[in-house]
């Protein structure tokens, strides 16, 4: 926990306003009810640019609305077994706990309210949006010290519960592998996707891209199933097993793009930061 308290200090001080705080949810927008107003800043729609608070101010304002400040975040986060696993430094779920982490304080920096939903081929725990730092760190100690029921995974349990619990717009990160998941079969997916601003984030390990350059066999085994197998490390077997890779992969973004969703691949071992404000970023551009 306390390398977390690090990650808390560093986003308030390097990259809060750089990741949810410069991002603006494409389900915002006007006929909410009036909240306040702030400076215009350049870049933003002119057409909620407030003339009569601009004659009085005697600079640019435009209206804020309510439903701008009350967005709600949810971390939706894959406990599975196959997030242990690990060819470097930190496992998979360990990652992703990071991410967690920069993501949860960026929103408290923001003042968005935050919850989270943890799952493997069930609903493991779930917490409310709540607004605050508090909420935060009960979020991340949960994701530290949990030992979640199953070693499956699912993402069907996860999605109907959002589904059905999430009644206004919500902000949703979706960590995971999804080593086991075929996001095209699942209606849900599909229709949180479009009821809500979900952002898949993709976790890999490197040694899930391409099998070790070596001769002999090795013995891999499943960790959700455990079902083991002993492959062959053969120049054919390398290569026929990238190309499999590269296919899922291809597949999984192109079931992302169908469904409109930005999403972000993150490395073990390669910086996490970098990505998730390169996405931030892009999607602001977009919406100006």
Known sequence: MQELRYVEIYTQRKIASRLIGSYTSPFKGVGFDFWEHRRYEPGEDVRRIDWNATARLGQIHVK??????????????DLSRSMEFTSQRLTKRELSLRVAACLAFSAVADQMHLGMLAFTDQVEAYFPPRQGRRQAWRILQYLWEAQPRSAGTELGAPIQFLTQRLRKTTLLFLVSD???????????????????????????????????????????????????RVISLSAQNRREYAQEVTRRREELIRHFYTLGLDHV???????????????????KRQQR
Not at 65 to 71: G, P, T
Not at 265 to 282: H, K, N, W
Request: proline residues 4%; negative net charge; aromatic residues 8%.
């Open 265 to 283: 691949y993150l490395r073990v071992g390669d910086s996490f930061v970098d990505p998730l404000i390169r996405m931030f970023s892009s999607r």
């Open 178 to 228: 999804f080593l086991q998941h075929d996001v095209a079969r699942l209606a849900d997916f599909q229709l949180l996707g479009h009821r809500h601003d979900l952002v898949p984030i993709v976790v890999q390990d490197p040694l899930e891209e391409a099998l070790l350059k070596a001769r002999g066999y090795v013995r891999l085994r499943d960790l959700e199933s455990g079902v083991e």
């Open 64 to 77: 804020l609305c309510h439903a701008e400040r009350e967005l709600n975040a949810v971390l939706v986060m």
